[in-house]
């Protein structure tokens, strides 16, 4: 087996401030290689919502090629914005904001949109397709695999996974980045 890619530099400083910070909970290096990868395809304005300390940004930030596109990210928690913002302090391209992620509202439509999956009401298709340029793509991260519809999780119908992948708005797939992870990638039509 070889060894895995390097990661870069602007992610590796990440998980130092993740560390520091005490933070454990981020982006995966299979997600964060995939939104560096998309990334790379995008022009204009790019976010997160729910920064944590930076890792899922730094993966998007590592992916871009260009030069006039940028990336807004909103963190709640002031400290762990802090944190992240330390990571980007001398990159133009990079804004990190402490507050909600609705403060990010009027800085799009946004060509690349990175979420974590959580409430159906804070992150459903309905509160955030109109976020989305057309030819944009939302990724959702930190789902658990499922082979059978509809999609259950926990003994329930997901009904996050299942609003997006049927949604008429988007285009989607679940792909699974690794064994028990999968994430949702949608083209807003």
Known sequence: MSAPPEL???VRRAFEVSRRAGYVSFCRNETGRLLATLAATREGTMA?????????TAWLRSGVRDEDARIVTAELDPRLARAAAEIFVDD????????????LLDKGP????????????EVGVDAIAD??????????DDFAPC?????VTYGRVDV???QWLTDPRFTAVEVMVASDASTIIATKR
Do not use: H, K, M, N
């Open 92 to 103: 133009p391209l990079v804004e990190v904001l402490a507050a909600d992620w609705s403060t």
């Open 131 to 140: 976020l989305v340029a057309d030819g944009g793509i939302v990724v959702l």
């Open 110 to 121: 946004f060509s690349l949109l990175f979420l974590d999956s959580g409430q159906p009401g």
């Open 160 to 162: 996050l996974r299942e």
């Open 48 to 56: 997160e919502f729910g920064t944590g300390c930076g890792v899922g």
């Open 8 to 10: 870069p530099d602007v």
């Open 147 to 151: 082979e059978q519809w509809p999609p």
